[in-house]
């Protein structure tokens, strides 16, 4: 074989090494981190635009990265729909992304977080525009999980709209409802109830009103400016300072002195009015029990004066009837009063 020919034998040999070895260097530079992970794949459905983010884009928890995406396509790419079915689920976005969980304490339990409200929703980063999957937890009721009309392939973890799109959507609902409000019809109604108020300004009952107002505040002022306040004043100072001078003079105290006096004696007289009431009772039950024992004595006194008085009227009638049978008649019998004396 020629010196040339293994020359050139040598040159191809030397540059397939070459670019094995910097094939193989360029293989450990793009797998160095990858090397020694322990990764899994999950998968999320959006449904707005992913526009910013590419493949190898970060998977952040709330902040912290955790992975990387590897894979955006379309529902329908991944999961064909069936016939005569395409429904909106089939619109959305899928995003893939592995999530290294040599990052994590444990083995997550991806059901039981997303129970618990775990959700992926896109965000951007400052100024640059770079999209990124942000994991959160958010309120589960507000943010149920929807159940997709597909088997996974991968476990999911459910999308939220971002906050972006929440921000434009409730803008868009905004705008909606201010453009369903009828304008031309309250605009007519503030120009007829301009015109109103102009017409009850000027001819109404509150243009009456208002002249009123002004009549009473001019004559107020009319009879602010009659009364002449502040000779008014000047009195009422003078009359307060002879009502001072009258109350420090020695009649006034003299007086106060004697009434002072009079409530003490009144005050002693109250003292004793107790005593002079027990008294009185004391007297009138005296009296009581004097008119009882008065009264026993004269009741049989009064039986015999009417047992009297009757023989009286008796004899009286007796005598009238027949005189002479006074003269003739045998003596009456002693009345029983007489008996008692006897």
């Known amino acids: 074989m020629p010196a040339q020919s293994r020359r050139l034998y040598l040159r191809v040999g030397v540059l397939i090494l070459v670019g094995l070895a910097l094939g193989l260097a360029f293989v450990l530079f793009f797998t ?41 396509n379309l529902v329908a790419t991944s999961y064909p729909p069936p016939k005569d079915n395409f429904t909106a689920a089939y619109q959305r976005v899928i995003v893939r ?24 929703r896109l965000a951007t980063t400052g100024i640059t525009g770079v999209g990124y999957i942000e994991l959160d937890f958010v309120d589960k009721d507000r943010f149920p999980a929807e159940v997709p009309p ?89 009359t307060i300072a002879e009502a001072r001078g009258l109350l420090a003079g020695p009649e006034v105290r003299g007086t106060l002195r004697n009434a002072s006096a009079a409530m003490e004696r009144l005050q002693q007289g109250m003292q004793r009015l107790p005593a002079a009431v027990a008294q009185v009772e004391a007297a009138a039950r005296s009296v009581t029990n004097t008119v009882g024992d008065i009264n026993g004595d004269l009741a049989p006194t009064l039986r015999d004066l009417r047992a009297a008085s009757g023989s009286l009227r008796e004899t009286t009638d007796g005598l009238r009837r027949a005189p002479a049978a006074s003269l003739l008649a045998p003596a009456p019998p002693v009345p029983d009063w007489a008996r008692g004396r006897r």
């Open 32 to 72: 160095a981190g990858k090397l020694g992970r322990k990764t899994q794949t999950f998968e999320t459905y959006v449904r707005e635009s992913v526009t910013g983010m590419d493949v190898g884009a970060a998977v952040r928890f709330r902040g912290v990265q955790l992975g990387q995406v590897t894979e955006i």
């Open 97 to 120: 992304f592995a999530l290294d969980l040599t990052r994590l304490r444990d083995t997550p339990d991806v059901q039981q977080a997303v129970d618990n409200g775990l959700r992926a």
């Open 150 to 238: 597909w088997t996974a392939e991968y476990a999911v973890i459910p999308s939220i709209p971002s906050t972006v799109a929440q921000v434009t959507s409730v803008a868009e609902a905004l705008a909606q409802r201010v453009s369903d409000l009828p304008i031309e019809q309250i605009l007519g109604d503030m120009s007829g109830l301009l015109a109103d108020l102009r017409r009850q300004v000027n001819e109404g009952d509150l243009a009456r009103t208002a002249q009123a107002a002004t009549e009473t505040l001019a004559t107020l002022q009319r009879t602010v400016a009659d009364l002449n306040l502040p000779e008014l004043s000047t009195e009422l100072r003078g």
